[in-house]
């Protein structure tokens, strides 16, 4: 069983700044591809960013492209989701996921067995 646990959400004004950090329970953490969901009051879940278990290859919804930067360390169990520029619109409730392997369908939600509770990031205008 893989335990997720988000932090680094809060409210910041537009143009602002967060990063938010996803730490898990499992090790080797090297095995698993982690995704970024979010989920906007009256939306579905939808795809944020993803990085392979090397955190060689990253991959980004259009709305978020040049904005967020997906990373991790697996020494530390740890992956992180930098977003710059906020907007209004990103406000929502974030969610990191993980999937066993590499080979997955990242845009997916239901492709991840695992994920944490979420963290709340709200974006002023």
């Known amino acids: 069983q893989v335990r997720l646990e988000e932090s680094g959400g809060g409210l910041v004004q537009a143009g602002g700044s967060l990063r938010l950090t996803c730490t898990a329970s499992?090790?080797?953490?090297?095995?698993?591809?982690m995704g970024w969901f979010r989920q906007g009051p009256g939306n579905e879940r939808e795809f944020v960013a993803a990085?392979?278990?090397?955190?060689?290859?990253?991959y980004y919804a259009n709305s978020v492209t040049g904005r967020f930067t997906v990373s991790r360390n697996n020494a530390n169990r740890t992956v992180y989701l930098q977003m710059n520029s906020l907007k209004p619109e990103d406000t929502a409730v974030y969610y990191c996921?993980?999937?066993?392997?590499?080979?997955?369908?990242?845009?997916?939600?239901?492709?991840?067995?695992?994920w944490g509770q979420g963290t709340q990031v709200t974006v002023s205008s």
């Open positions: 990085v392979d278990w090397t955190g060689g290859s990253t």
């Open positions: 499992t090790s080797p953490f090297y095995d698993y591809a």
């Open positions: 996921a993980a999937y066993p392997g590499d080979d997955w369908e990242y845009t997916r939600a239901n492709t991840y067995p695992y």
